[in-house]
């Protein structure tokens, strides 16, 4: 299965930026234009509010992390479909395909981070380096998380493919909604119970707390609601590969 999902995953990077070499760069050029835009529309009242940490590193540690959430999913859609005439190999089944897409989307996306990170470092900003395994961790939960969706969503996107246009407008809900341009501090808290119903604000949360021990955690914001979230999601995904997993693998 490695050894499958390694050739899988060589062949998404050909695919993907074998013709386009400047692919590459958009890796960067999407955060950097987002990170950009935020801070000139909100970067002088964000100063002032956000408590214990720089704008610039409050929007990394959440617009990164979910850039890699909607990409690894959206691509996850496709993976059946792209891939369909490799299963004729018996070695190569669906769930390789979505794991290649999802450990590429999290290289691409963690090596943007890092180096978003290093370079605003260098122009002064503060980061934590204290809490780096930890950080890590919280890397690799939502990596489990963003595996686990992806399979769900294969499964649907293969009996519908109208799906990916739903998917498309709920992912800018989703971003609104996930505390990714603003702190959940600034919610009113007969208002921010509803929102901490969505994990990713908590491992958002969690992850800008790591790299600013001075960012305060409010009061609802768990580890454990995120690991039960992975771990029903994840039987879920498993669960409706398994019992599909055939119908997947047939030739439409």
Not at 59 to 72: A, E
Not at 90 to 102: E, F, H, Q, Y
Not at 201 to 229: C, D, K, N
Request: aromatic share 18%; proline share 4%.
């Amino acid at each position: 299965m490695s050894a499958t999902i390694r050739a899988l995953l060589l062949r998404e990077i050909q695919t993907r930026f074998g013709q386009h070499r400047l692919g590459y760069l958009w890796v960067f050029l999407e955060p950097l234009f987002s990170i950009g835009i935020m801070v000139f529309i909100f970067g002088t009242v964000m100063k002032r509010i956000l408590p214990g940490m720089d704008y610039v590193v409050f929007l990394i540690n959440g617009m990164i992390p979910f850039f890699m959430f909607r990409t690894g999913i959206t691509q996850a859609m496709s993976a059946v479909q792209s891939n369909k005439g490799l299963f004729s190999y018996k070695p190569v089944k669906p769930i390789d395909s979505v794991i290649a897409r999802n450990i590429l989307e999290f290289l691409l996306k963690f090596i943007a981070y890092i180096g978003f990170t290093l370079v605003f470092i260098w122009f002064g900003y503060r980061v934590s380096f204290e809490n780096i395994p930890t950080l890590l961790l919280y890397w690799g939960m939502l990596f489990t998380f963003m595996l686990a969706c992806s399979l769900i969503f294969m499964v649907i996107a293969d009996f519908s493919k109208e799906i990916e246009k739903f998917i498309s407008i709920g992912f800018m809900i989703i971003y609104l909604l996930s505390g990714v341009l603003y702190s959940i501090h600034i919610i009113p808290v007969q208002y921010r119970e509803y929102l901490l119903w969505n994990p990713l604000i908590h491992i958002f949360e969690l992850m800008r707390h790591a790299v600013a021990p001075s960012y305060p955690i409010v009061q609802g914001i768990s580890l454990t609601y995120f690991v039960l979230w992975i771990i029903g999601s994840l039987f879920m995904g498993l669960l409706l590969y398994k019992r599909f997993e055939i119908r997947m693998l047939k030739t439409k």
